[in-house]
T-cell receptor, first 114, second 114 residues
Framework: NAGVTQTPKFQVLKTGQSMTLQCAQD?????MYWYRQDPGMGLRLIYYSASEGTTDKGEVPNGYNVSRLNKREFSLRLESAAPSQTSVYFC?????????????FGSGTRLTVV | AQSVAQPEDQVNVAEGNPLTVKCTYSVSGNPYLFWYVQYPNRGLQFLLKYITGDNLVKGSYGFEAEFNKSQTSFHLKKPSALVSDSALYFC????????????FGTGTQLKVEL
């Protein structure tokens, strides 16, 4: 009963470095999401994938790219990290839309860009 | 566009007293409403949801929420607070039939004291 698994849990990057955050779910969910959480701002949607093979921008996509590798996996890439991307990143998944399902969240990746 | 407001950054309550965490929402059509809880250094956990039907929704850990369409509110309540309820609470909304993207509030820190 792993649910949504995110790796790594912690990461420190230097400005300009790149990295990929990994996310995998084992619930056969169609939709997957990447959020960032910042103090006083709640969760903001970066990118989402409504189904395998599709991705769309959310509220704050600049500086990020995503790949829906297959139904299970949805990765988030920072091509050139900036201090403004210091945040906690959460991946989530959900069942098909239209049925009022909520999300299942991973435990998060705490990223610091120095 | 859909939105959620949580007007209180922090709510303090004594153990054994009732608690209320406020949430108001805005959507074009009918709302699907959710409450999530986040404990320190953890991902968000689902508490309860309103899709349709009875305006009083019961969820995990003794929490309940009341949907009020005229006031566009979905306040989280618990009759008797526990110290272990201390956490960060998020309200979220999505529009029925409008895709499965949830919009989250900024969160309310609940502190239950002895």
């Amino acid at each position: 009963n792993a649910g949504v698994t995110q790796t790594p849990k912690f990461q420190v990057l230097k400005t300009g470095q790149s990295m990929t955050l990994q996310c995998a779910q084992d619930m056969n969910h169609n939709s997957m999401y990447w959020y960032r959480q910042d103090p006083g701002m709640g969760l903001r949607l970066i990118y989402y994938s409504a189904s395998e093979g599709t991705t769309d921008k959310g509220e704050v996509p600049n500086g990020y790219n995503v790949s829906r590798l297959n139904k299970r996996e949805f990765s988030l890439r920072l091509e050139s990290a900036a201090p403004s991307q210091t945040s906690v990143y959460f991946c989530a998944s959900s069942e098909v839309e239209g049925r009022g399902y909520g999300y299942t969240f991973g435990s998060g990746t705490r990223l610091t860009v120095v | 566009a859909q939105s959620v407001a949580q007007p209180e950054d922090q709510v303090n309550v004594a153990e054994g007293n009732p608690l209320t965490v406020k949430c108001t929402y805005s959507v074009s059509g009918n709302p699907y409403l959710f409450w999530y809880v986040q404990y320190p250094n953890r991902g968000l956990q689902f508490l309860l949801k309103y899709i349709t039907g009875d305006n009083l929704v019961k969820g995990s850990y003794g929490f309940e929420a009341e949907f009020n369409k005229s006031q566009t509110s979905f306040h989280l309540k618990k009759p008797s607070a526990l110290v272990s309820d201390s956490a960060l609470y998020f309200c979220a909304v999505r529009e029925a039939g409008g895709g499965n993207k949830l919009t989250f509030g900024t969160g309310t820190q609940l502190k239950v004291e002895l």
